[in-house]
């Protein structure tokens, strides 16, 4: 059964700081793997989404990679904000359920200090 | 606006009493999903509807039900709540299941059984 684990669960750092958040997944079996971001009190915002064919994908000061052997992805951001603060989830959709189900980490709660 | 509306945003109930949480999106999605949230979990998946009146059974569906009657309505029903239903639940639309597709997240519903 795909699981999606986030280290680390939480993280404080200086603005202006780059900074790498981690996502590892059990099966390498899926269509793509979606970084979203989550303020308080709101939904999700989808912020890049990689298929299984691709390596990484860019928006902004964001960049995620996926390595599908291995079963990891990471985001980076670059030059944080204070406004960057929010929790960072990374999801995949295995293959085995068609593209209709999606599994979640738990997610990097990310604090940047002005 | 696109977006995906949900009511209530808020809900205090008690054991037992039926409710229902609905969602509405505007972007003539095909695909649409609930999802709880709990504390060091995650998003679980609760349902999901690939398209009118088609529906299946997400990785934690006991204790709900859905229908899918409109294409841009998705109801979550509890026909009996218990406390281990309180959770933070959000709803998502997408075009459809692919490979490519973003899910579009509603603001979420607090839910407190007592």
């Known amino acids: 059964k795909q699981e999606v684990t986030q280290i680390p669960a939480a993280l404080s750092v200086p603005e202006g700081e780059n900074l790498v958040l981690n996502c590892s997944f059990t099966?390498?079996?899926?269509?793509?793997l979606q970084w979203f971001r989550q303020d308080p009190g709101k939904g999700l915002t989808s912020l890049l989404l990689?298929?299984?064919?691709?390596r990484e994908q860019t928006s902004g000061r964001l960049n995620a990679s996926l390595d599908k052997s291995s079963g990891r992805s990471t985001l980076y951001i670059a030059a944080s904000q204070p406004g960057d603060s929010a929790t960072y989830l990374c999801?995949?959709?295995?293959?085995?359920?068609?593209?209709?189900?999606?599994?979640f980490g738990a997610g990097t709660r990310l604090f940047v200090k002005a | 606006e696109a977006q995906v509306t949900q009511n209530p945003r808020y809900l205090i109930t008690v054991t037992g009493k039926k409710l229902t949480v609905t969602c509405s999106q505007n972007?003539?999605?095909?695909?649409m999903s609930w999802y709880r949230q709990d504390p060091g979990l995650g998003l679980r998946q609760i349902y999901y509807?690939?398209?009118?009146?088609?529906?299946d059974k997400g990785d934690v569906p006991e204790g709900y039900k859905v229908s899918r009657k409109e294409k841009r309505n998705f109801p979550l029903i509890l026909e009996s709540p218990s406390p281990n239903q309180t959770s933070l639940y959000f709803c998502?639309?997408?075009?459809?299941?692919?490979?490519?597709?973003?899910?579009?997240f509603g603001p979420g519903t607090r839910l407190t059984v007592l």
């Open positions: 972007m003539n999605h095909e695909y």
């Open positions: 998502a639309s997408s075009f459809d299941s692919g490979v490519t597709d973003t899910q579009y």
């Open positions: 999801a995949v959709k295995p293959e085995n359920t068609g593209g209709f189900k999606t599994i």
């Open positions: 990689i298929q299984s064919s691709q």
């Open positions: 099966d390498s079996a899926i269509y793509n």
């Open positions: 509807s690939m398209n009118v009146e088609v529906t």
